[in-house]
Structure formats: structure tokens, C-alpha cells
């Protein structure tokens, strides 16, 4: 019997086949054994299918042929249960032989027969569910698959006979989110799985242990969490170690090996990483053809290639195609063939053979795609022909790369500049595409970090072709490239809240998302909570893993259901609006300029954005330079100074402050309209611990130390300053929300502590929340000049918060607040009888124009690349505050109140709120002592979001003034009467 080939319509193979054959080994069971003809009865169908082995490939034929005439007299005598499993086995026969299409076709058939004779619930129907899921997985569908996977584990669970094969399952779903680089949700079932495994009393689970525990391993060298893989890999090495040396175990083993080359290449460590080839090598040499031997190969060759060993590179490349092709044979094309394809790309890449190199990369995105043909060395597929997508983003990430450089080598080749520009523009595409598959965010978080190069390199591709062809284009699309990867989750989070009361989604199922969410997100806060413990409970973890993962299962579920019955939702919640410099500047007056930063790990620059105008400036730091001069700015003003401060103190600050302004500003700013006052900054990295208005404009005097506003030429005078995530957040937030009643203007908490001791700061300190003397004092006045509501000491409790925040329109803590720097998500924010940590922020909806953050350390937290800072203000943004004003270290509590008030009693007056806050910074530096006008006390709050005014029904400033001048002229009319009367 032939076996069709299907060509190019084969996708992925997984990645983990020699896996799943055990999974058919339990599946399947030992089925058929001998024909007993006449006398054939259902129970006679178990018996005699018992000596069938479908993991057989090289008999495949006869068996296939034994299957197909004991199938006909199962349905003879109407077996129908015995029918589906003996259709199982000839799919897995097919499956085994890579005739995917067929083997779904046959499971297709097989869950036909179950919903026709009432047999959903057998165990043979979820087995042909996992067929069918693995026969998808193996086209490319991974959203298919893991969905029919999850459907067949639901199953098993309620039948509970088979706890292996439910395990398997688990371990499959895992390896299928691995696949499209899932790696949270991917660890979750790896670990459940492995759960289950250990659960089993009689049979051997060593193995399928150690296979998980590699797997996992897998995922966080995915992560780039490389202790925590280097850990795994070592505890799957330890079990291997023990088992029998046969190739069952060791094929296992070498990918073990395989991983720990991959973890001390990216380390350095030549040593180990050629001690661990070695270990794989020799499994390979005395087992000739293991499957996936071409992944091992790739890894050596790519590990040589970056030592510069080039024959030893070529060697193992050249292997790794030879295994590739031979074990796809089948497939005109296939991922794994185009992997080793864009392998050979990259070793003539280093060897300088630049057209040998992109006729290689061409092979492989013609094996990676469906009907693409490369008319030219260059040419690209479309988004919808490829076929595997993180394989495509790996192999055109690498092309691009290398029209760049060769760009460069021919002293900037426009041609070349050009189709590395259309490249990367089409990354990026398939970038929005992959990013539409993660409903985690900390798989968001992944992938924004792992796709940041892609980012920085088109934006050198652009600003190349721009200093050649001098097209403002050009300029223009280096701007979206650097703003393509800048808090990409936050706006997403942002948009899905603001999608769900469009959509026209029933409040029941909202309701029930919302449930949900909020239930998943107090679990997770409960794990993370144990995990920090002193003395940890294993148990406890457990129960609280197990919460998590069920709930994320079930948020997963009506996420998806969402998206699947509102259309309109899952656009509005992608957000696929293309943003344009003209968006842009729409948010900006003739008195503003944006100014957005990319910082790369090669170059960086800084975007200035007016009306009119777009400008770029490179920064002349490099980005180790420039993290280490913000943390010397950081560490002399985020503390008090020193009674005896130090005069080489002083001038290594005013030092730094003028070289960064130099390095990140001066050229710019040079070349701004005069009449521009207002500066938005959009920062990246390391600026983003950075408060703007303290770098000075000029150097300063050196022989004495003098904070004083007219001693230094802080940015602080001649700007206000705000702050945004990203341009594209900018517009979000501008765009007019839900209106609330005037009344509800402002509320404000101030909560009382348990420590009679008073406390200067608005920090944790050793754990300890010690009582403040001015935020109730501050609340206070607050609520005076506003009216609303002020919550004093026991009134301002948390219960009284979730109650009442989301109803007005200013919501202001005045309180204490702790950084965790083991898990930002317990970042919190303190009131009189609890708190709320950022994770649990979450759960509420605030409808506020405006949140103040009176506490320390709200606008710092743990930096993740191409998202931003996780902190409690971006916590606060993502719960509906569309304006923040937050602190950028520890805050002094009387410098504070005193701040706070001013700020107020300018938004009173009708200003914006970048320029209140200037001007009460101002005002404060004016009036304070000279013991209070060092940096620490006034430079930390900053105001993100939206900056529009605040104060509805107020004067605005202009009548300020004119009621000012009025009751001016008044009073003189009144003088000059009353000296006229003395007279």
C-alpha cells in the first residue's frame, strides 16, 4: 500500500515526535491481534487486536492491511467502540508515515462514528480527538490543535482511566504552546503534567520526568531566563544519567546535552559548550538517524560559526540538512528544511560570499511557504503564504540582518537598503500577526523582548535610506519603528477594556469574564505571596498552582469565546488603526514638541515631533553609558543629602545633569521654535528612571554648592514637562471617556498607620508603615479648594477606595507605598487597614481624568525591554486613570503636602497639568528653605498621560487674570477715594 504524498501543502512537523510516540503507544495500547472469522464478536475485536503494533514503520503496509480487514468486521458485527479505536490505529499508521492529511481524514471519520452511536464520552473518542489535534499541529495549526487537545484532556479527566495518557496530553499541549512560543501557558501544562506523572502508584514515570523537565528547561532558555533552564536541564541530566544507556532514553538525553550547549554558547563558555557536544555527538555516532538529529546539528554549527571555527561550523551545517531532508523526505517543503537552509545562509554571511548566502536565504523562505517562488535574489513572500511563524520571523530576522549589512559593505547599496527596509516591514507585520495569538500577558512580555533587535535595526535601515535619498519618508518611518515595540501590552489592555463597551457584549458575559479575571488575578497574587515566604509550603504552592491554572484555563476559554462571537471586539482590542506622524501631531499645539526616544543596544536616538516638524538626533552615549549615568544621577537625588555633603558630590551631579542634557537634548532643543514651552516625552530603557526637568542646560559653578533655581539652569525653567508610555497610548487616552457628575470632582485618602513614630519619608522601611504627620493636613487643604471628598485616617480603608474611587474624576493617595523587588506585581500602595498590590489593580475600573500618586516610589519598578516599567502608576493607567502623577523614588512627606497643595491651586487656575506642576515646583523652590531645594525633595514627581486641564467650571487663566486685574483696579479706586477723603 503507497503512501500519497501531499507536497506542499505539509506544514510543521513537531518538534517533539519522539514524544509523541509514546503518547500512540498508550493510546493505542497493544490492539489487533488475529482474524476469528465467522465466530467474531466485539469482546473477540480486543483480544485480537492486542499484537498490533502501530509504532512500526517499517511494516506499516501489513499493517495497515490487517487494520483495514479487522475494521470491516468490527462493522460487520456493529463494534462501534472496538471501530473507533481500530480507526485510531490506522490514522497513527498514516500519521507515522507523514501523511497528515490522511490521518485527519481517518480521525475525522472516527469522531463521526462516536457522535453517531451516542460514544463522546469513550475513551477511544478522546483518543481520536488527540489524533486529529496531532495530524492539525503537524499542518501548521496550532490554535486548532491546541484546542482539540484540550477538548480530548477534558475528556480523560472525566473518564479518569488513563492517567498516563492524560499526562501525555497535558505534555502535548505544552509542547504545542512551546511551538508558537507560548512559553508561560507552555510551563504551565509541562508542569502539570509532570504533576500527574508523579501521581501514578505502579509504573515507570522516570523517563517521561526527565523528558518534561528538559522541556521545561526548553522554555526558559526561551525566556532567556538562563539560571532557571540551566536548573531544569540539570535535573532532567540527573534521572537520564540512571536510566538504561539505550536509545529510548538517550535520544532524550542528547537534546538535553543539545540544550546545554545552547545556554553556555549564549554565556561564553566555549569549554562547556564543547564538553556537552561531545556528550551529544557520541549519542549520534552510536545511533545513526535519531530523529530531530538535524536541531542537534544546527545547534553545534551555530555555536562554531559565532567561535569563528568555520570548518567545524560547515561540518555540522552541512549534517544538519543532510539529517533534515532525509527525515522529511516525504515533503517538498518543510520548516525543518528551511531552517537548515538559512543556516547555510548564515556561515556564507561570515564568510563574506554575500550572493551564495541570499540564494540560501531564498531556499528557505520558499520551503517555508505555501506557492511562493523567488523571482530574484531578493524577492519576499506575503504574511499569509508562510507557513510556520516564529521559523519565517527566524529566518527573515536573519535575512534582513544580512541585506543591512551587505548594504553597508557596498557603502550603503540603495537596492540592497530597500529590500532590507521592505523586510523588515514585513517582520514586523508577521510580528502583529503572532502577537494576536498570546492572551498572557507575560507571553506578550516575551515576545516584545525577544523581537526588540528587529526594531532597532529597521530603524537603522530607515535612517540609512534617508541620509541617501534625503525623503522625509523615510525619517517618518523610523519614527513608527520606534514606536512600534514601546508598551505594546498596556495599549492593548487599554483598548480591549474600552472594545467591551462598545461591542455590544451582553453584561453577563462581561460580568463573567470579570469574574473570572478577578479570581485568576488573587490566586496569582497568592502563589507569588507563598513563594516569598521565609519558610515555603510546598503544599500550599501546589494548591494555589493548581487554582492558577485552572482559572487561566477558563479565562483563556471566554477570552477566546469573545473574540470568536464579537468581531468588532477583537479589532477594537488589536488596535490595528495604523498610527501616522499626522495622528501624531494632532495631539500637539504650536507651544509642543514630543520628543520620543529609541535606545539600542548599537545606536540611539531621540525623535523631536512639532506641528510642523520632524527631527532626529542620534544620542552620543551608548546604552551601557547612558544606564550608568542615570543611575549616578539616580543614586545622588532619590535620597536626602548628607549633613556634610561633599563638594566633588555636588559637581559630579550638576556633571552628569548637563552631560545628559548635552547627550540627549541640547541639539535638538537648539533647533525648536522659541515659542515652544511644553516638552512630551516619550523615554526607552534606562530613561525611563530618568526626571527630565532636573538636567541642566548649562554647566554649572563648581566652587561652592548651590541648588537654588538661580544658581542652575534647570530644564525645569524654560519647560513643563509630561511623560507618555508611547505616542499611540497618547491618543487612547485623549480620546473622551465616560463624563462624570461635577460633584464627584475629587476624593482623597489619607491613611493613619499603627507606628505612633512619626515618618519623614513616604517609603517602606523595614517593613514598617510608620505614621505621617502632613498627608492628612495635605487631603485636607486639597478637599478644601476642590470640594469632593476627603477619607482621614480610619475612613481612609481599602474597602472605602474599591467603593468610591471609580466615581470621580480626581482620585488622590496621600500614603505610603513598597516596591517588591522580587515580583513587581506586589508592588503596593498602602491604606489604613490593607493594601492594594499592582497585580490586584486589575480588578477595579476607575473613570478618573485624573490619579496623584502622593507616595514613593509609584513611577519605578521592574524594566522589561519593549514594554516599559512595570510599576504602580502603569498600574493605575491600566485600571483607567488616563492622567497620573507619580514619583520617581522615596518622597519627603512635608516637601510633598506642600507640593501637592500648590499643584492643585494651579490647576484651579485653568492651567494644564505639566504646567501646574512646573509652576508648583517653581513656587516650592521659591519659598523653601535653603536645607529643602536640593533635588531629592522636588525633582521626583512626574506627571504621565494626559495633560489637557483638569478643572471643569473653573476660571480658566486668562479669566484668572482678568478677574485678578478687576479686583486690582478695585482696590487702587478704593485707596485713591479713601486718601481723597483724608484729605
Given at each position: 500500500m503507497k503512501v500519497s504524498k501531499h507536497k506542499k501543502y505539509h506544514r510543521f512537523f513537531c518538534k517533539s515526535?519522539?514524544?509523541?510516540?509514546?503518547?500512540?503507544?498508550?493510546?493505542?495500547?497493544?490492539?489487533?491481534?488475529?482474524?476469528?472469522?465467522?465466530?467474531?464478536?466485539?469482546?473477540?475485536?480486543?483480544?485480537?487486536?492486542?499484537?498490533?503494533?502501530?509504532?512500526?514503520v517499517e511494516k506499516y503496509e501489513e499493517t495497515l492491511e490487517v487494520l483495514t480487514e479487522t475494521l470491516n468486521l468490527l462493522e460487520e458485527h456493529e463494534c462501534w467502540e472496538v471501530y473507533i479505536g481500530c480507526l485510531n490505529g490506522i490514522s497513527v499508521v498514516y500519521y507515522y508515515q507523514r501523511d497528515y492529511i490522511e490521518a485527519s481524514k481517518i480521525a475525522e471519520k472516527a469522531l463521526a462514528i462516536g457522535k453517531?452511536?451516542?460514544?463522546?464520552?469513550?475513551?477511544?473518542?478522546?483518543?481520536?480527538?488527540?489524533?486529529?489535534?496531532?495530524?492539525?499541529?503537524?499542518?501548521?495549526?496550532?490554535?486548532?490543535?491546541?484546542?482539540?487537545?484540550?477538548?480530548?484532556?477534558?475528556?480523560?479527566?472525566?473518564?479518569?482511566?488513563?492517567?498516563?495518557?492524560?499526562?501525555?496530553?497535558?505534555?502535548?499541549?505544552?509542547?504545542?504552546?512551546?511551538?508558537?512560543?507560548?512559553?508561560?501557558?507552555?510551563?504551565?501544562?509541562?508542569?502539570?503534567?509532570?504533576?500527574?506523572?508523579?501521581?501514578?502508584?505502579?509504573?515507570?514515570?522516570?523517563?517521561?520526568?526527565?523528558?518534561?523537565?528538559?522541556?521545561?528547561?526548553?522554555?526558559?532558555?526561551?525566556?532567556?531566563?538562563?539560571?532557571?533552564?540551566?536548573?531544569?536541564?540539570?535535573?532532567?541530566?540527573?534521572?537520564?544519567l540512571q536510566l538504561p544507556q539505550e536509545q529510548f532514553y538517550q535520544q532524550t538525553e542528547r537534546l538535553v546535552y543539545k540544550g546545554m550547549v545552547d545556554l553556555y554558547a549564549q554565556l561564553g563558555d566555549q569549554q562547556k559548550a564543547n564538553y556537552y557536544i561531545d556528550k551529544a555527538v557520541a549519542i549520534h555516532e552510536k545511533y545513526p538517524g535519531l530523529l530531530m538529529a538535524y536541531q542537534s546539528y544546527l545547534s553545534f554549527g551555530h555555536f562554531y560559526l559565532k567561535e569563528d571555527l568555520f570548518d567545524k561550523a560547515q561540518f555540522y551545517f552541512e549534517a544538519a540538512k543532510q539529517a533534515a531532508h532525509e527525515e522529511y523526505s516525504l515533503y517538498e517543503r518543510h520548516p525543518s528544511m528551511a531552517l537548515t537552509e538559512a543556516a547555510m545562509g548564515d556561515f556564507y554571511v561570515e564568510k563574506g560570499q554575500w550572493e551564495i548566502a541570499f540564494q540560501q536565504y531564498q531556499k528557505a523562505l520558499e520551503l517555508i511557504s505555501l506557492d511562493f517562488q523567488a523571482n530574484t535574489k531578493w524577492d519576499n513572500p506575503l504574511v499569509n503564504q508562510l507557513g510556520d511563524k516564529l521559523v519565517a520571523f527566524e529566518i527573515l530576522q536573519t535575512k534582513a540582518t544580512a541585506l543591512y549589512h551587505y548594504s553597508k559593505s557596498k557603502k550603503e547599496d540603495q537596492g540592497?537598503?530597500?529590500?532590507?527596509?521592505?523586510?523588515?516591514?514585513?517582520?514586523?507585520?508577521?510580528?502583529?500577526?503572532?502577537?494576536?495569538?498570546?492572551?498572557?500577558?507575560?507571553?506578550?512580555?516575551?515576545?516584545?523582548?525577544?523581537?526588540?533587535?528587529?526594531?532597532?535595526?529597521?530603524?537603522?535601515?530607515?535612517?540609512?535610506?534617508?541620509?541617501?535619498?534625503?525623503?522625509?519618508?523615510?525619517?517618518?518611518?523610523?519614527?513608527?519603528?520606534?514606536?512600534?515595540?514601546?508598551?505594546?501590552?498596556?495599549?492593548?489592555?487599554?483598548?480591549?477594556?474600552?472594545?467591551?463597551?462598545?461591542?455590544?457584549?451582553?453584561?453577563?458575559?462581561?460580568?463573567?469574564?470579570?469574574?473570572?479575571?478577578?479570581?485568576?488575578?488573587?490566586?496569582?497574587?497568592?502563589?507569588?505571596?507563598?513563594?516569598?515566604k521565609k519558610e515555603v509550603s510546598q503544599e500550599n504552592i501546589q494548591k494555589f498552582e493548581n487554582q492558577v491554572f485552572e482559572l487561566k484555563e477558563q479565562y483563556l476559554a471566554i477570552s477566546q469565546q469573545l473574540e470568536r462571537e464579537y468581531p468588532s471586539y477583537f479589532q477594537m482590542k488589536a488596535g490595528n488603526e495604523t498610527l501616522t506622524l499626522d495622528n501624531v501631531r494632532s495631539h500637539l499645539n504650536g507651544k509642543m514638541a514630543l520628543i520620543e526616544f529609541a535606545v539600542g543596544e548599537q545606536n540611539s536616538?531621540?525623535?523631536?515631533?512639532?506641528?510642523?516638524?520632524?527631527?532626529?538626533?542620534?544620542?552620543?552615549?551608548?546604552?551601557?553609558?547612558?544606564?550608568?549615568?542615570?543611575?549616578?544621577?539616580?543614586?545622588?537625588?532619590?535620597?536626602?543629602?548628607?549633613?556634610?555633603?561633599?563638594?566633588?558630590?555636588?559637581?559630579?551631579?550638576?556633571?552628569?545633569?548637563?552631560?545628559?542634557?548635552?547627550?540627549?537634548?541640547?541639539?535638538?532643543?537648539?533647533?525648536?521654535?522659541?515659542?515652544?514651552?511644553?516638552?512630551?516625552?516619550?523615554?526607552?530603557?534606562?530613561?525611563?528612571?530618568?526626571?527630565?526637568?532636573?538636567?541642566?542646560?548649562?554647566?554649572?559653578?563648581?566652587?561652592?554648592?548651590?541648588?537654588?533655581?538661580?544658581?542652575?539652569?534647570?530644564?525645569?525653567?524654560?519647560?513643563?514637562?509630561?511623560?507618555?508610555?508611547?505616542?499611540?497610548?497618547?491618543?487612547?487616552?485623549n480620546q473622551h471617556g465616560k463624563k462624570l457628575a461635577a460633584e464627584n470632582s475629587f476624593i482623597g485618602f489619607a491613611p493613619q498607620f499603627e507606628h505612633s513614630k512619626l515618618q519623614a519619608s513616604r517609603d517602606c522601611i523595614d517593613s514598617e508603615l510608620s505614621n505621617l504627620r502632613f498627608n492628612r493636613e495635605e487631603v485636607s487643604k486639597i478637599s478644601e479648594l476642590l470640594g469632593g471628598k476627603a477619607c482621614l485616617g480610619n475612613d481612609a480603608h481599602l474597602t472605602n477606595f474599591l467603593k468610591e474611587a471609580p466615581h470621580y474624576n480626581i482620585v488622590h493617595l496621600a500614603t505610603h507605598a513598597c516596591v517588591n523587588e522580587k515580583a513587581a506585581e506586589l508592588n503596593r500602595v498602602f491604606f489604613t487597614d490593607s493594601n492594594i498590590s499592582q497585580h490586584e489593580l486589575a480588578t477595579i475600573q476607575l473613570n478618573a481624568e485624573l490619579v496623584v500618586l502622593s507616595a514613593c516610589n509609584t513611577g519605578v519598578g521592574e524594566l522589561l525591554k519593549g514594554e516599559g516599567v512595570m510599576s504602580l502608576a502603569r498600574g493605575f493607567m491600566q485600571a483607567g486613570g488616563k492622567s497620573l502623577l507619580t514619583s520617581l523614588w522615596a518622597v519627603d512627606d512635608y516637601a510633598t503636602a506642600v507640593q501637592m497643595v500648590s499643584y492643585y491651586e494651579k490647576l484651579m487656575a485653568g492651567l494644564p497639568k505639566d504646567m501646574a506642576l512646573k509652576e508648583a515646583k517653581i513656587a516650592y523652590l521659591n519659598q523653601a528653605d535653603p536645607d529643602m531645594i536640593h533635588p531629592y525633595y522636588w525633582s521626583s514627581f512626574v506627571q504621565f498621560g494626559k495633560i489637557d486641564e483638569i478643572i471643569e467650571g473653573r476660571n480658566s487663566l486668562w479669566e484668572t487674570v482678568l478677574i485678578s486685574l478687576i479686583l486690582g483696579l478695585g482696590a487702587i479706586g478704593g485707596i485713591w477715594r479713601w486718601k481723597q477723603k483724608q484729605a
Open positions: 515526535r519522539w514524544q509523541l510516540a509514546i503518547c500512540f503507544c498508550l493510546f493505542i495500547m497493544p490492539v489487533f491481534g488475529k482474524n476469528t472469522g465467522e465466530h467474531f464478536t466485539c469482546e473477540d475485536g480486543d483480544e485480537v487486536l492486542k499484537n498490533i503494533d502501530v509504532n512500526n453517531k452511536y451516542g460514544l463522546e464520552q469513550s475513551f477511544n473518542y478522546s483518543v481520536a480527538i488527540a489524533i486529529k489535534s496531532l495530524s492539525v499541529e503537524s499542518m501548521g495549526d496550532y490554535e486548532q490543535s491546541i484546542k482539540l487537545q484540550k477538548e480530548a484532556l477534558e475528556l480523560m479527566k472525566e473518564k479518569e482511566e488513563n492517567k498516563e495518557a492524560i499526562a501525555i496530553t497535558q505534555e502535548n499541549i505544552g509542547s504545542f504552546y512551546y511551538s508558537k512560543g507560548d512559553y508561560k501557558l507552555a510551563i504551565s501544562y509541562l508542569e502539570q503534567a509532570l504533576q500527574t506523572y508523579k501521581s501514578i502508584a505502579s509504573g515507570e514515570t522516570q523517563h517521561p520526568e526527565a523528558r518534561i523537565l528538559m522541556h521545561i528547561g526548553d522554555c526558559y532558555k526561551g525566556q532567556g531566563r538562563i539560571d532557571q533552564a540551566l536548573d531544569y536541564y540539570l535535573q532532567s541530566l540527573k534521572i537520564h540592497a537598503l530597500e529590500k532590507a527596509l521592505e523586510t523588515h516591514q514585513l517582520i514586523i507585520e508577521l510580528i502583529k500577526n503572532v502577537r494576536q495569538g498570546y492572551l498572557i500577558e507575560d507571553s506578550k512580555f516575551d515576545f516584545a523582548e525577544k523581537v526588540a533587535p528587529v526594531y532597532e535595526q529597521a530603524i537603522e535601515v530607515s535612517l540609512a535610506l534617508h541620509r541617501l535619498k534625503q525623503d522625509a519618508v523615510y525619517l517618518e518611518q523610523a519614527f513608527l519603528f520606534a514606536e512600534a515595540n514601546k508598551a505594546e501590552t498596556l495599549y492593548e489592555s487599554m483598548a480591549s477594556e474600552r472594545a467591551k463597551s462598545l461591542a455590544g457584549i451582553p453584561d453577563s458575559l462581561l460580568e463573567e469574564e470579570r469574574s473570572i479575571r478577578t479570581a485568576l488575578i488573587y490566586s496569582e497574587k497568592n502563589l507569588l505571596e507563598e513563594q516569598q536616538y531621540a525623535f523631536f515631533i512639532t506641528k510642523k516638524d520632524l527631527k532626529v538626533y542620534p544620542v552620543n552615549t551608548d546604552a551601557a553609558q547612558l544606564s550608568d549615568q542615570v543611575l549616578l544621577l539616580r543614586e545622588h537625588v532619590s535620597a536626602p543629602p548628607a549633613y556634610d555633603e561633599k563638594l566633588e558630590d555636588y559637581q559630579a551631579f550638576t556633571k552628569t545633569a548637563h552631560d545628559l542634557y548635552n547627550a540627549l537634548l541640547k541639539v535638538g532643543i537648539n533647533h525648536l521654535d522659541k515659542r515652544i514651552d511644553r516638552l512630551i516625552i516619550i523615554p526607552d530603557a534606562s530613561l525611563s528612571n530618568l526626571p527630565f526637568e532636573l538636567l541642566l542646560t548649562a554647566s554649572a559653578e563648581s566652587n561652592r554648592i548651590n541648588y537654588s533655581i538661580n544658581s542652575l539652569s534647570y530644564l525645569l525653567k524654560e519647560y513643563a514637562l509630561c511623560y507618555q508610555y508611547s505616542a499611540r497610548l497618547m491618543g487612547l487616552q
